[in-house]
């Protein structure tokens, strides 16, 4: 990864992409600082003090701290994340929605502008909800002309970040969204890293400090070690393609393979699961409602935080909703994704077929039934990675941000900007090939 990085800041090119990246991240940066103007952002650090769940906790990671210092990007990308989240549910709901996605490059325009306009909408829903629901203790002079600058504001900020990540995708290197979470993410590991030394280490006798480093790093490197072992995986299956005449030349009987990767659908099951999950909590949060009684229990339920507590094990029952949300979302994105039908046709007009099965409908079932084995494994393993981190917060109230979704964010998200450098590299030493 080093030696990559190293060839590709000597291309003029791809070193022009990654300090535009570096340029947007530390404009990122730099801008959650800024505070929304007319708040007070003492009482919203103590309510997040008071009040931390791991519903605001995951948030908080999603916005590197601008929740918690309620910047002009306290809402960060997450209305992004909850609008594609609603266009891609739809498009279920929607036919005329299924076709404009598969129209191609225009259909694909087409649905990014209205995930845009969905994300703004959802941008001034979440600020008004805050407004509304801590009223004066958040606002200094509670009127309509700086409720309104708040709400643009939050708006405005989490509109940017959307507008950053395209132009990353556009001049930068990677999936923009993907990066801005990134940061936001790691932004915040060096304090986690400091809530684990306060909690474990400091304090402790030599012996009990060395013990809980080992605990800690050794959890890490497992999680980051499985999530590699995931993003690498991959079923290949083998494709012959038949001899045929083109003109006068015999073309075709070469051999090739489709690669399925074992975690089809990436890290977005996971950040889909946890959304959800976290929703319900979220918005009671911030409209200041406290749950009493069977409402209570719901809500820590859904807290993952609470599993693995000893003290109270019926809370772990949530686990098997987020199992089964992992499981669900890992199906659903995939079928969006990889088509078998379209596959299938495609490899049949170019005179290609699986070794002992059939061209056309028999190859379409193959390949739904190699999928369908394919998608259940990458979720099982998605879940190991982010139960493991659970099972120790639960166990050991190690209350930390960069849990297993995160980390797999985190790896993820390098894994596949690398990956996108070495294509861009690839591609350069072809053109420089063809023009000698």
């Known amino acids: 990864m080093i030696q990559?990085?190293?060839?590709?800041?000597?291309?003029?090119?791809?070193?022009?992409?990654?300090?535009?990246?570096?340029?947007?991240?530390?404009?990122?940066?730099?801008?959650?600082?800024?505070?929304?103007?007319?708040?007070?952002?003492?009482?919203?650090?103590?309510?997040?003090?008071?009040?931390?769940?791991?519903?605001?906790n995951v948030l908080n990671a999603f916005t590197g701290g601008g929740f918690s210092n309620f910047s002009i990007l306290a809402l960060s990308i997450t209305p992004y994340i909850t609008a594609s989240i609603i266009v891609q549910l739809l498009t279920i709901a929607f036919p005329k929605l299924e076709e404009m996605q598969r129209e191609g490059e225009e259909g694909r325009k087409k649905m990014n502008r209205i995930t845009r306009y969905l994300t703004m909408g959802l941008s001034v829903f979440e600020s008004v909800a805050m407004c509304i629901g801590f009223g004066n203790q958040l606002i200094l002079d509670m009127n309509f002309l700086n409720v309104l600058v708040v709400v643009a504001s939050l708006t405005a900020g989490s509109c940017l970040l959307m507008w950053i990540g395209e132009q990353i995708n556009i001049k930068g290197v990677g999936n923009g969204i993907s990066i801005v979470l990134l940061i936001n993410i790691l932004s915040r590991v060096p304090l986690d890293m400091v809530t684990l030394y306060e909690n474990f280490v400091q304090g402790k006798t030599i012996a009990k400090a060395t013990v809980?480093?080992?605990?800690?790093?050794?959890?890490?490197?497992?999680?980051?070690?499985?999530?590699?072992?995931l993003n690498g995986a991959e079923r290949r299956i083998p494709v012959q393609y038949s001899q045929k005449m083109v003109g006068r030349r015999l073309v075709g009987g070469n051999s090739s393979n489709i690669p399925i990767?074992?975690?089809?659908?990436?890290?977005?099951?996971?950040?889909?699961?946890?959304?959800?999950?976290?929703?319900?909590?979220?918005?009671?949060?911030?409209?200041?409602?406290?749950?009493?009684?069977?409402?209570?229990?719901?809500?820590?339920?859904?807290?993952?935080?609470n599993w693995f507590n000893p003290s109270n094990w019926s809370y772990t029952i949530g686990l098997i909703l987020y199992i089964l949300l992992v499981v669900f979302f890992a199906y659903f994105y995939t079928s969006i994704t990889f088509n078998p039908m379209v596959v299938a046709d495609n490899m049949k007009k170019q005179g290609g077929f699986v070794p002992g099965i059939r061209p056309g409908k028999p190859t379409e079932e193959y390949l739904n039934r190699v999928l369908k084995y394919i998608i259940f494994i990458g979720a099982v393993g998605l879940i190991i990675v982010c139960v493991i981190p659970y099972f120790f917060n639960g166990m050991f109230k190690a209350n930390v941000s960069f849990g297993g979704t995160s980390l797999i964010i985190i790896v993820s998200v390098i894994l596949e900007t690398m990956k996108q450098i070495e294509s861009m590299m690839l591609v350069r030493n072809y053109k420089g090939f063809l023009k000698d």
């Open 212 to 229: 809980a480093w080992i605990v800690i790093i050794a959890v890490i490197l497992v999680v980051v070690l499985l999530t590699l072992i």
């Open 4 to 56: 990559t990085v190293r060839d590709a800041l000597r291309i003029k090119e791809i070193r022009r992409r990654l300090l535009y990246v570096l340029l947007m991240l530390f404009v990122i940066r730099m801008t959650s600082q800024i505070p929304v103007p007319g708040v007070d952002t003492t009482f919203f650090a103590s309510f997040f003090e008071n009040n931390a769940n791991d519903a605001l």
């Open 261 to 305: 990767k074992v975690n089809t659908a990436g890290v977005i099951p996971i950040i889909f699961a946890s959304s959800i999950m976290s929703f319900p909590a979220i918005i009671l949060a911030l409209i200041g409602v406290t749950p009493t009684g069977a409402g209570a229990w719901f809500i820590n339920m859904l807290s993952s935080n």
